[in-house]
């Protein structure tokens, strides 16, 4: 038809988070170059600890300007982190809080671990009762939860762990609120358990890094691309307390990951093979963006080590890695998966 735009249609994607503490600025990143791709467009996100709080600021700031309103709130998000940085968790360290950040600048070039992450192994939040005070709350209660809790938008999905039960808790509408955002980023070793509805909830990694279930609704994409914080594979065995910490903390954090992986590849071999018909189960396509090499020169511990150089070094990454998706994936979104999963759950 004369005079007629012909409108490209744009590939609709879920996004599924990882939580890891400032390793989340990787996170960061990679939505940041994601967001500059106007032929994306993010239908549902499931996020968890740090996934959770990228997933709550874009939502959030996309709803105020767009998707470059999404870059600026993820932008403020991290800069607020770096600025708590590592020894605002430690009540005792803040009355010295300027000389701790100095040496903090000077240790942290040849230092391995976070020295946050030493004090964690020996001193417990409920050392200070009642008057503690969780560091991240002042942060998160500055998101506008009209719009984190908004029907517009992308479906917001937000994991934590019932310590009571061990089992996952999946919040979403207007269910999110400032408390299920500390929940979902509880460390325990740092912060006291957070309650909710008379509930005691931690991490939500320990049960869901991050959930996909929730994006398997039949109104959201098939293709759910998954930004991978915590390395599935190191190819050295621990042999130090603090290695093998790190790789204990890895391997449950991936856990659950890897079980819903696993049954995403189950039912895809089942309707491939006919046993299923089309259309009665979700056939999932799996993108995975990582950078495995840096994330295996990185500890655990670092990821209580929210300095500024830090969470830069790992925005670039973050973009790299985002690129590198793009470049080699993208035009596989909706059309085939890029992860191989019987390889990678095998």
């Known amino acids: ?51 959770a709080l990228n997933g709550a600021a874009l939502k959030a700031g996309m709803l105020v300007g767009g998707r470059l309103g999404a ?56 050392a200070w009762g009642s008057t503690w005070q969780n560091p991240l709350a002042p942060l998160v209660e500055t998101f506008d939860f009209s719009r984190v809790c908004a029907d517009e938008g992308p479906e917001l999905f937000v994991s934590a762990t019932n310590v009571r039960t061990g089992k996952i808790k999946v ?42 279930f929730p994006l398997f609704e039949a109104h959201l994409p098939d293709d759910i691309v998954v930004v991978s914080i915590n390395p599935i594979r190191r190819d050295t065995v621990p042999d130090t307390p603090v290695e093998i910490q790190n790789r204990i903390n890895e391997i449950s954090f991936n856990a659950s990951l890897l079980g819903e992986l696993r049954a995403i590849n189950f039912v895809r071999r089942l309707i491939a093979e006919g046993r299923i018909e089309r259309g ?4 999932v396509r799996v993108h995975m ?48 998966p890029s992860v191989d999963l019987v390889r990678m759950v095998s």
């Open 71 to 126: 870059k600026k709130a993820l932008d403020h998000l991290w800069d607020e982190v770096a600025a708590i940085g590592d020894w605002r968790m430690v009540p005792w360290v803040q009355a010295w809080l300027p000389m701790a950040r100095a040496w903090q600048d000077a240790a942290e070039a040849v230092l391995p671990i976070s020295s946050q992450a030493v004090l964690a192994q020996v001193y417990s939040p409920y």
């Open 1 to 51: 038809m004369d005079g007629a735009v012909t409108r490209v249609a744009r590939r609709k994607i879920n996004l599924a988070l990882q939580g890891g503490g400032a390793h989340g600025a990787f996170t960061w990143g990679v939505l940041d170059r994601l967001l500059e791709d106007d032929d994306l467009e993010i239908a549902g996100i499931s996020g968890t600890s740090a996934g």
């Open 171 to 212: 919040f979403t509408g207007q269910e999110i609120t400032p408390a299920v955002l500390l929940a979902s980023a509880c460390i325990p070793t740092v912060f006291q358990a957070v309650e909710i509805g008379g509930e005691a909830y931690w991490d939500g990694g320990y049960a869901g890094n991050p959930a996909l």
């Open 280 to 283: 009665r189960m979700k056939d």
């Open 289 to 336: 963006i990582a950078d495995d090499v840096l994330m295996n020169e990185l500890t655990a511990a670092s990821k209580l080590s929210a300095s500024p150089r830090v969470l830069e070094r790992l925005k670039a990454a973050g973009r790299i890695a985002a690129e590198v998706f793009l470049d080699g994936h993208g035009a596989k979104i909706g059309q085939e």
